[in-house]
């Protein structure tokens, strides 16, 4: 015995027999519960000094923030000076990672970051390895020999030239010279 037909009259079977499926297959739309509805946040708060230990030959800086909890940024002492400097003692340190996950950089935001690369973005950021070597960006990257983003040591720093794909180690005395200048120059336009 045939089903009757209760849809309007002129429509093809094709089209009463998609409504008929239509209607029996979608179940209820349902939207997830938020997990913290109902839980006053209050302001935003403000982002808190970075208290370093420090070791015989290094200083550790906790990190703080969704990627950089947990982590610590290991430095030589007098590099540790100057990042926090630059950092407003460890409030402007922030971990990013690209999309996939792969990569990591620790990197330094704020006014200082602003002026030491000479911009006029207000959110530009400088990354710590950067920072140690006095430069923005001139077609080099700055390596990791143990592939580690947050030991920012000078012996485990290195340069690869992107051209060529060579390895060069740093020199210091050129990199401390150039630092120098523009760290000075970031912070008295910052501060001052």
């Not at 997830?32 to 800086?61: E, F, M, N, W």
Request: one cysteine or more; charged letters at 25%; a positive charge.
């Amino acid at each position: 015995m045939p089903l009757q037909d209760t849809s309007a009259p002129g429509r093809s079977d094709n089209a009463r027999l998609l409504d008929r499926v239509a209607t029996t297959i979608q179940p209820p739309v349902r939207r997830k519960t938020r997990s913290d509805k109902g839980i006053l946040r209050g302001p935003a708060q403000p982002r808190q000094a970075c208290y370093p230990t420090r070791h015989v030959d290094h200083v550790s800086i906790p990190l703080t923030g969704a990627h950089g909890h947990g982590h610590r940024l290991e430095l030589d002492t007098d590099d540790a000076e100057i990042t926090l400097a630059m950092s407003e003692e460890g409030r402007k340190l922030y971990v990013i990672q690209n999309g996939d996950k792969t990569s990591t950089a620790v990197t330094i935001g704020g006014p200082c970051a602003q002026a030491f690369a000479g911009s006029t973005n207000p959110q530009h950021n400088i990354t710590v390895a950067r920072l140690l070597l006095g430069e923005t960006h001139k077609g080099r990257r700055v390596r990791f020999r143990d592939r580690n983003p947050f030991n920012m040591r000078r012996d485990n720093l290195y340069l690869e030239v992107n051209a060529t794909g060579t390895h060069h180690d740093i020199d210091w005395s050129k990199a401390e010279q150039r630092r120098a200048g523009l760290v000075e120059h970031a912070l008295a336009k910052a501060h001052g």
